[in-house]
C-alpha cells in the first residue's frame, strides 16, 4: 500500500489551510483520549487524457459524516456544502496530479470527558495513494476469531475511530495467521465484512452480499456495486445473510471500499475460492468500476466531482 504523505503540502484544519506538518491537537483532548471522532475516506482518480482530478461521489461521503457525527452527538454546524469546499479548496492547493485519498474528521477538543459533546474541530488531508492490494493475484482470507461489533454495542453504521479497533485486532491476527486480510463474523456467525471493507461473492450465478443489518458499514463503494451488477452488467443482486461455510465454495468472491477498491479473494482459510485466480466477473466489474471513478463513463458523470476549474 504506496501511502506518500510526504507529497501533502498543505491541510485544512478548523477553517485554515495549514502547512502538513503542523496539524496538531493536545493529548488531553477526548479524540486523544477516547478516539472520539467521525471521519470520511474519499478517493480521487486522476484522469490523463483530461489532465483532471474526480473525487468519487463526493456528497454522499458527506452526508454519510453528518450522519456519524449526529448519532455520536458531535455538535457541529458544518454542512455538506461546507465540507466540499473545504476539500476542493484542499486538494487544488496542493496541486495534485495522481490518484489520492482524503481523510476527512470530525472530531471532540478541548479538554473534556469521554462523553463530551464540544467543542469540535474538523480537518480534511489529502495524500497519493496507489492500490491496498495485489489486485492482478488476489488476495487470501482467513475467517477471524473475533466477532464484528453491532448495532446494540458499537454501533457500524458510524464511521469513527474507534470502531476501527475492532478491525484492528481481526487484521492483527489475520497477518500473523499468513493471510492478507481477515474476515469477521457478527455476533450470529454469519459474514459480516472484511477490516475497512465490504465482502461480495458469487454463488450460482447470483451476486450475494450480507445486509446493512448484518453489523457492517453502510458502504458507499458497495452501493455503487450492487447498482452496477444491475444496470451494468445485467445480474442479480441478493442482499442476504452469508454462512461461513459459503465462503468456501462460492465461486468468486472479493472485497470492496473506498481504500480496498476492489480485491479479488482467491483463498479462505486456505482454500481456494472457484480455480484460486481472480473470476471473470470481479475483474470485469474491476474494468467498469476504475472507467467509471476516472470519468470516463458519462451515464455516471454524476458521481464523479471534478477539482480543477
Given amino acids: 500500500m504506496a501511502i506518500d504523505y510526504k507529497k501533502a503540502k498543505f491541510l485544512w484544519m478548523n477553517g485554515k489551510i495549514i502547512p502538513f506538518e503542523d496539524a496538531v491537537v493536545h493529548l488531553m483532548s477526548p479524540v486523544a483520549r477516547y478516539g472520539t471522532n467521525v471521519f470520511e475516506g474519499i478517493r480521487v482518480y486522476w484522469n490523463q487524457d483530461e489532465k483532471q482530478l474526480y473525487a468519487f461521489r463526493l456528497r454522499e461521503h458527506y452526508q454519510r459524516l453528518l450522519e456519524s457525527a449526529k448519532i455520536m452527538q458531535l455538535n457541529t454546524d458544518t454542512t455538506v456544502e461546507i465540507c466540499e469546499n473545504v476539500f476542493l479548496e484542499l486538494v487544488r492547493r496542493n496541486e495534485f496530479k495522481e490518484d489520492l485519498h482524503a481523510r476527512h474528521t470530525i472530531y471532540a ?80 456467525g454469519k459474514v459480516a465484512e472484511a477490516p475497512g471493507a465490504c465482502f461480495f461473492m458469487i454463488r450460482h450465478g447470483k451476486i450475494v452480499t450480507p445486509p446493512v443489518t448484518a453489523g457492517i458499514l453502510e458502504s458507499i463503494t458497495r452501493d455503487t456495486l450492487i447498482e452496477l451488477f444491475r444496470k451494468e452488467l445485467n445480474l442479480p443482486v441478493v442482499e ?54 476516472r470519468g470516463k463513463n458519462r451515464a455516471y458523470k454524476h458521481w464523479c466531482t471534478p477539482i480543477y476549474e
Fill in 240 to 293: 442476504r445473510e452469508v454462512d461461513r461455510t459459503e465462503l468456501y465454495v462460492a465461486e468468486e468472491a472479493f472485497l470492496c471500499g473506498s481504500g480496498a477498491e476492489i480485491a479479488p479473494i482467491v483463498s479462505v482459510d486456505r482454500l481456494c475460492v472457484g480455480n484460486g485466480k481472480p473470476g471473470p466477473i470481479v475483474e470485469q466489474m474491476r474494468t467498469l468500476f476504475f472507467d467509471l471513478v
Fill in 109 to 188: 477538543d478541548g479538554f473534556g470527558p469521554f462523553n463530551a459533546t464540544e467543542p469540535v474541530g474538523m480537518f480534511a488531508a489529502a495524500y497519493p495513494r496507489g492500490r491496498a492490494f495485489d489486485f492482478e493475484n488476489g488476495i487470501h482470507c482467513g475467517v477471524s476469531s473475533w466477532k464484528r461489533i453491532d448495532d446494540n454495542s458499537v454501533p457500524p453504521r458510524i464511521k469513527c475511530g474507534a470502531n476501527y479497533q475492532n478491525s484492528r485486532l481481526a487484521s492483527l491476527q489475520a497477518k500473523k495467521d499468513g493471510y492478507d486480510q481477515a474476515i469477521i463474523l457478527n455476533s450470529s
